[in-house]
């Protein structure tokens, strides 16, 4: 998916995120990219049912609850 | 006895030694010293090296000793402690330049545990700039090399333990694994490293880049040394809210019994996906042999993994919140690898990462389902042997990667490493063959919350089959007077 430099400088400026040259912003397009196909991808899952997390313990009878 | 000879010994071995005063630990320490001297210039394995320190600590533990107040078996023996784990008095750089003149005010839970059993600590060991990386090739202290072959990295981000460890230099070292770094540096450098259950052992102290995922591990020459390493930090700490009141086995009481009743899972899907054929074979001869033990195995099916890239979002944004304020101030003090691999993390919406945090669950799932039908699981610790420290790219079953750029490293090396960080369960890693190179290769184990005494019980009863057994890096191990390259 395609991210523009422009998107992120605008997103930078709006929302005090840390200043980047636009070097700076070059190096990092791709790796935004990266992340925005992950998140695409995930977004199609059907997650609101999922449970809230939990610490991990073992049970009385060695079961994790 | 050759004073050098008593370097070839495990903990579980000298220990006894040091008890019945047959030997000092002001002896061991000095080897140890020398070793460090003869070794560390090529391994870049320290960052601070605490001679005198050591030396003053070796003769306390020795004191203590002969008026009759031995405190175990850590008691004399030199260990490491990785440059991210706070030490009163004594300089704490993460591996970073900002923090280069750091001087903490106290010690770390587990260098509190450590001095309190009487171990010596040796100094302050090299790592992957604030721990946030695989290969250890550290921009402000130098890359640390491994000794199996010095041209190649040793893992990272506790690639300085692992090295260390792995050539005789310390018994012992801490680790930290916020994402493998532990396990894979245990895997490239042929030692063993666990990552225990988060809430084991408490992280208070640790300079950590990543609040949910972070851990605490030893790195140890032999599993049972592992184990009672472990036994030493692990535990409730009350200042840790992460920690878990969750009474504390005897890790090495048990060790040698019966693993024939226990069943362990191969993965289906993932684990095996992306594989050097070289570690593909010898993890597959190493599942052989646990069966041959009497173990039975079974397929077990781990179907959300293929969402597992979500969970580096989650450590990208950790990362990110606890550096905001410093790269705003330092970002030139970065290296560029650290800092443009957090980066990213700022164009993530809060939205996104509680997607990533459900994904993150339906994953703790799937492991939670196929470990009530088997006791373990067993995996690669790493896809790829150890390679060039200076690699831009490497092949894989005849395709090539880059691994050049922010991260790239740590996708490939640690992609079966950090889905444990973020599932929370114990995974050791031991030595289960060598490639052609001679280069170590890991094999991994994977097991329910809180049930490291398994895990060792398994890797100990495998570390007596396994083809590595008993070998040192040759270049570096005590006693070889030859200065030769090793032709790994």
Redesign the interface.
Known sequence: MSVSKETLRAMTQDFGLIELSDEELEEVLPDVEFQVAILKKIRALALSRVPPARQLRPGEDGEIK | MKNREVLNFSISELAPKIESREVSPVEVTQVALEQLERVTPRTNSFITVLSDKALRQAKEAEKAIMRGDYRGPLHGIPIGIKDNLVTKGIRTTIGSKIFSDYIPGEDAFVVERVKKAGAVILGKENLHEFAIGATSNNPHYGAVHNPWSLDLIPGGSSGGSAANVASCVTFASFGTDAGGSVRMPASLCGVVGIKP???RVSQRGLLSSAFVNDHIGPLTRTVRDNALMLQIIAGRDPLDPTT?P?PVPDYTAKIDGGIRRLKMGIPKNYFFDLIDPEVDTAVKKAIIALEEMGIKSKQVSLPNLE?A??L??IS?VENLVIH?DI??KH?RDYG?DVL??M??????TAL?LA????????I?DDF?KA??EVDFIVTPTTPVPAYPIDAQAITIAGVPYSIK???RSSSIIGRNTFIGNHI??PAISLPCGLTEKGLPIGLQLIG????EGILYKVAYHYEKVSPVKGKHPRLLAPGNSTEKEHDG
């Open positions: 259950t988060y809430g878990l969750v969402y890239p979500a580096r979002i990208n905001e790269i705003r970002k560029e443009f691999r980066l990213p993390a700022e164009y993530a996104d997607r990533c945090f459900r994904v993150q669950r339906i703790i939670i470990l009530q750029g922010p991260g929370g369960l329910r919350a809180f049930e």
